[in-house]
């Protein structure tokens, strides 16, 4: 079994990994150790992967992943981006972060075309303080003009998929975690992590 730690406090985030990895891998994060919050102060999500992920791999043994992803949507000139998370503001509940998405669609008059987004995830896999990789996935689709379903966290409920009628919201999370952006990046890990020979 390989162990990785995830350079993260949110439990979504990592029972997320943990379903897309399966039980070859145990995935633990940030929320039991004493590594003090990480600031993500890069200009991209490459960059803010990389600092998360050395930093903690500096403190903790093994192998540590740490992920940055956010919406890109085409009419916010790929806003939120890497703001994704603090978009509506520090403290903002994940329906104060749709609900500005969505407003600010609608100021700016978004066309068809203007709704495409995707989701991006670039996932930085550190150890000892070296980085390892980098990986990246992404899903293209549209937003949505109303929140649907209540599964998954974060835009999921406004974001529909190409290929689908349903928000991510309300996709079961077997097919969320088979497609998503995400997934791309976490089973890319796992692959580089097979080659290099780790199983535990």
């Known amino acids: 079994m390989i162990e990785l730690v995830v350079a993260t406090r949110n439990r979504h985030k990592t029972r997320e990994i943990q379903n897309i990895l399966g039980p070859d891998f145990m995935v633990r994060d940030l929320a039991d150790t004493e590594v003090p919050e990480i600031r993500e102060n890069g200009t991209s999500f490459e960059e803010n992967a990389k600092l998360k992920a050395l930093a903690a791999s500096r403190q903790l043994p093994g192998l540590v992943i740490a992920d940055d992803s956010g919406m890109e949507v085409n009419a916010l000139g790929g806003a939120p981006g890497i703001y994704s998370a603090r978009y509506a503001g520090p403290n903002a509940t994940e329906r104060e972060k749709m609900d500005k998405l969505l407003r600010e669609l609608v100021r700016v008059r978004a066309t068809d075309d203007g709704r ?85």
């Not at 070296?130 to 689709?141: A, Q």
């Open 116 to 200: 495409r987004a995707r989701f991006r995830c670039v996932v930085a896999l550190a150890q000892n303080g070296h980085l390892l990789g980098i990986f990246e996935g992404k899903i293209e689709g549209k937003i949505n003009d109303t929140a649907r379903g209540d599964s998954g966290f974060g835009y999921d409920p406004i974001f529909v998929p190409d290929g689908f009628e349903q928000t991510f919201g309300e996709l079961p999370e077997e097919v969320k975690n088979t497609i998503s952006h995400r997934a791309k990046a976490i089973r890319a890990v796992a692959e580089k992590l097979t080659r290099l020979g780790f199983d535990g």
